[in-house]
């Protein structure tokens, strides 16, 4: 029987390979394997449970350890293990929380909703949107005033229930005049059609969707390749029209907060960094890989390193090997190319001319006991 393979970036790229070939359940034994093999070198003292161990994405070698955790994080949602999941992502943003290298902030909104956890979207919102700027995401714009709508539904007291409704109608609204290009996708997503007098309007019509930038679009088509399935509730439909009303209501009468949107948007989401790079090529949307830039899809991807970061830190560097002309037959190159130190025709190598310490004395003195 052959052995088992546990080389990670082999076992990455075979995983891929499978998964082209639409063999999922080889594809993740290969990723489940790999986890197997990094489980084993891990370091006592790293306790992925604790919440405090960091790892640099910068170096080449931790970069296997994100991309099978977040593999094997898609393959378990895939499998109807949203739980599961989640906790696997929040375990890869603990790994880097203020870099993200993965950007999983993009994918950790729609796993909390289909895992339910709508109390900890909330409450992971309200702690780092000051640093962090969460509300500019689109996904997290619509997922949690989303999240909000379904805590309304949900059995809390007359008082909870008021203020969840009161800020998922204040959320979606904020939501839909700083990304209007996102409700007629998602109609089209979910199969309804708009009313026309929506459908009519300028403010959600055409424009709105060819005047955003690039990086805004990808991020758009990431957030509907994923979550469009959590809107088809009809109650959702019904809560969400009721708030486009609203909405148009406030962009007819010049409300200040439309035109101040408008700027924004403008200024931001001008480039992609490479994060979210990443994480396009990693989710496998066609949508968002479609509008990625040529200078990207133009060079090859790699399954173990896609998109590397530009100022990576090598541990360490391969000395470089001379290239001296030499007229050895083709079997003594043949040789040397698989045993560096043979050399069949006795010539003293460049490496040899200067021998060192021990070594030296030890062939002065066998020379002199010949003599």
Same mark, same amino acid.
């Given at each position: 029987d052959a052995l088992p393979i546990y080389h990670i970036d082999a076992l990455l790229q075979l995983s891929d390979a499978c998964r082209i070939q639409e063999d999922q359940e080889m594809a993740r034994d290969f990723i489940e394997r790999a986890l197997f093999s990094l489980e084993c070198a891990v370091h006592p003292l790293f306790s992925l449970t604790s919440g405090a161990c960091r790892l640099d994405y910068r170096r080449p070698e931790n970069?296997? +350890?994100?991309?099978?955790?977040?593999?094997?994080?898609?393959?378990? /949602?895939?499998?109807?293990?949203?739980?599961?999941?989640?906790?696997?992502?929040?375990?890869?943003?603990? @790994?880097?929380?203020?870099?993200?290298?993965?950007?999983?902030?993009?994918?950790?909104?729609?796993? %909390? *909703?289909?895992?339910?956890?709508? #109390?900890?979207?909330?409450?992971?919102?309200?702690?780092?949107?000051?640093?962090r700027n969460l509300s500019q995401l689109p996904n997290f714009a619509f997922s949690v005033p989303l999240a909000y709508f379904f805590m309304s539904q949900d059995n809390l007291t007359e008082v909870e229930l008021s203020d969840a409704s009161n800020k998922a109608a204040q959320l979606i609204q904020s939501a839909l005049i700083m990304f209007p290009g996102v409700l007629m996708p998602l109609l089209?997503?979910?199969?309804?059609?708009?009313?026309?007098?929506?459908?009519?309007?300028? +403010? +959600?019509?055409?424009?709105?969707?060819? %005047?955003?930038?690039?990086?805004?679009?990808? *991020?758009?088509?990431?957030?509907?390749?994923?979550?469009?399935?959590? !809107?088809?509730?009809? #109650?959702?439909?019904? !809560?969400?029209? /009721?708030?486009?009303? $609203?909405?148009?209501?406030?962009?007819?009468?010049? =409300?200040?907060?439309? $035109?101040? &949107?408008?700027?924004?948007?403008?200024?931001?989401?001008? &480039?992609?960094?490479?994060?979210?790079?990443?994480?396009?090529?990693? &989710?496998?949307?066609? /949508?968002?890989?479609?509008?990625l830039p040529l200078d990207l899809t133009s060079l090859p991807v790699m399954g173990f390193d896609p998109v590397p970061p530009l100022d990576s830190i090598a541990s360490? #560097?391969?000395? $470089?090997?001379?290239?001296?002309? &030499?007229?050895?037959?083709?079997?003594s190159l043949f040789f040397r190319s698989l045993l560096p130190n043979?050399? @069949?025709?006795?010539?003293?190598?460049?490496?040899?001319?200067? /021998?060192?310490?021990?070594?030296? =004395? *030890?062939?002065q003195g066998v020379r002199s006991e010949e003599h």
């Amino acid at each position: 029987d052959a052995l088992p393979i546990y080389h990670i970036d082999a076992l990455l790229q075979l995983s891929d390979a499978c998964r082209i070939q639409e063999d999922q359940e080889m594809a993740r034994d290969f990723i489940e394997r790999a986890l197997f093999s990094l489980e084993c070198a891990v370091h006592p003292l790293f306790s992925l449970t604790s919440g405090a161990c960091r790892l640099d994405y910068r170096r080449p070698e931790n970069r296997a +350890f994100y991309l099978a955790l977040f593999k094997h994080m898609m393959f378990l /949602e895939k499998r109807g293990c949203p739980r599961t999941a989640l906790e696997f992502c929040k375990l890869i943003l603990s @790994l880097d929380p203020e870099n993200d290298p993965l950007c999983v902030l993009l994918l950790i909104d729609f796993l %909390s *909703l289909r895992a339910r956890e709508y #109390t900890f979207l909330t409450r992971m919102f309200l702690e780092w949107e000051n640093h962090r700027n969460l509300s500019q995401l689109p996904n997290f714009a619509f997922s949690v005033p989303l999240a909000y709508f379904f805590m309304s539904q949900d059995n809390l007291t007359e008082v909870e229930l008021s203020d969840a409704s009161n800020k998922a109608a204040q959320l979606i609204q904020s939501a839909l005049i700083m990304f209007p290009g996102v409700l007629m996708p998602l109609l089209d997503s979910c199969g309804v059609q708009p009313d026309t007098t929506v459908s009519s309007h300028s +403010f +959600f019509g055409p424009l709105a969707q060819i %005047s955003q930038p690039p990086a805004l679009n990808q *991020l758009v088509s990431l957030y509907l390749g994923r979550t469009h399935c959590l !809107w088809k509730d009809p #109650t959702v439909m019904v !809560w969400l029209e /009721e708030n486009v009303r $609203e909405v148009l209501k406030m962009v007819d009468a010049n =409300d200040p907060s439309v $035109e101040e &949107s408008a700027r924004k948007r403008k200024v931001r989401y001008q &480039s992609a960094p490479r994060n979210i790079v990443r994480h396009v090529i990693l &989710s496998e949307i066609k /949508e968002a890989a479609a509008a990625l830039p040529l200078d990207l899809t133009s060079l090859p991807v790699m399954g173990f390193d896609p998109v590397p970061p530009l100022d990576s830190i090598a541990s360490y #560097t391969r000395p $470089e090997r001379t290239n001296r002309a &030499s007229n050895e037959s083709t079997l003594s190159l043949f040789f040397r190319s698989l045993l560096p130190n043979f050399n @069949l025709q006795g010539d003293p190598r460049p490496d040899d001319v200067e /021998e060192a310490g021990a070594g030296r =004395d *030890l062939n002065q003195g066998v020379r002199s006991e010949e003599h």
